[in-house]
């Protein structure tokens, strides 16, 4: 009887590890909830630079000043034009398989280690970075990891107030921007709902040939059908360092408290089902070591 109790606890232990990512809370919205712009919705978007190191702000600032040539009275789209060409221009050639040490630094120490050359680095670290010299120029940025049957993949997104749009951004694939026929920048979902028939008037501010130039959309769509398969799943960050969500605490909180750091999307219906088989199966569990420790104690008295 102890052997199947014990077996019955591994394989459950077994069933919550490898159902870990599903039976955290989804947290699932619409995509109007995504882009309603009043000051409310957009106060949980809007993370302030307070959240790094006070010396590294005053170091991007001064870089944003001097080398990527940002002003005062830049647009919030004129900023994060001039950033994405920067970071594009100086970093691109880089991409590649980083170092495990790179993953443990600041967007900023990121940044100083590519750029002297001592790692390659992923579309994690081009997020961060992008988000980090974003918000310290005061333009509300958020990081999205999407997770489909290809591969996971991160990018951002970012609000201008002058037109009240969202504006898609992912330097990993070389495209700072795009744009419909009206003229018009397309949010992530507003791309998703095209990336499969692009139309020929959609086009793209996007590095190619080492230089950033507007290129058709059409260009980029395998790539990033790639990424954004019919089936992925979005996940809208609201905190400023990821690295945070990794430590135990954190974990624990959203694992077993359902305290999420994320709003999600995704065109199918998220099956919720694996909230409650984890909680069923970790009573399961306190009941079956329960019941082999009153199991042990009976023994000793015989």
């Not at 590294?56 to 080398?67: D, M, T, Y």
């Not at 951004?169 to 507003?190: A, K, M, P, V, Y």
């Not at 609201?238 to 408290?257: D, E, M």
Request: hydrophobic content about 40%; some cysteine.
């Amino acid at each position: 009887m102890k052997i199947i109790k014990a077996i019955s606890i591994i394989a459950l232990l077994v069933l919550l590890f490898l159902t870990r990512e599903k039976s955290y809370y989804p947290y699932e919205v619409h995509e109007k909830i995504l882009y309603q712009s009043d000051s409310i919705s957009l106060e949980k978007w809007s993370l302030s630079e307070a959240k790094y190191d006070s010396t590294e702000i005053v170091l991007a600032q001064q870089l944003s000043n001097n080398e990527i040539g940002i002003k005062v009275e830049d647009s919030a789209y004129v900023k994060l034009q001039k950033i994405g060409e920067y970071l594009m221009l100086k970093l691109h050639h880089q991409l590649g398989k980083p170092k495990d040490s790179i993953f443990s630094l600041t967007p900023w120490n990121q940044y100083q280690a590519i750029l002297n050359k001592k790692s390659e680095f992923y579309c994690t670290q081009y997020s961060a970075m992008f988000a980090f010299f974003c918000r310290v120029n005061h333009i509300t940025t958020r990081e999205i990891e999407c997770k489909g049957k290809n591969d996971r993949h991160i990018f951002n997104e970012s609000y201008l107030p002058e037109t009240n749009e969202w504006v898609f951004t992912d330097l990993t694939n070389g495209i700072i921007s795009i744009r419909d026929e009206r003229n018009q920048f397309l949010n992530l979902i507003e791309l998703y709902n095209t990336i499969y028939i692009p139309k020929n008037n959609d086009y793209a501010l996007a590095f190619s040939n080492d230089t950033i130039q507007m290129s058709p959309l059409v260009s980029y769509a395998a790539r990033l059908q790639y990424n954004f398969d019919k089936h992925c799943r979005f996940y809208f960050y609201t905190v400023a360092n990821l690295k945070s969500t990794q430590n135990p605490l954190n974990k624990f909180k959203r694992y077993f408290l359902n305290q999420p750091y994320f709003y999600t999307y995704s065109r199918d219906a998220i099956f919720q089902g694996w909230i409650f088989i984890k909680y069923i199966s970790l009573i399961l569990i306190v009941g079956l070591f329960v019941s082999l420790f009153k199991q042990g104690k009976k023994s000793t008295y015989i």
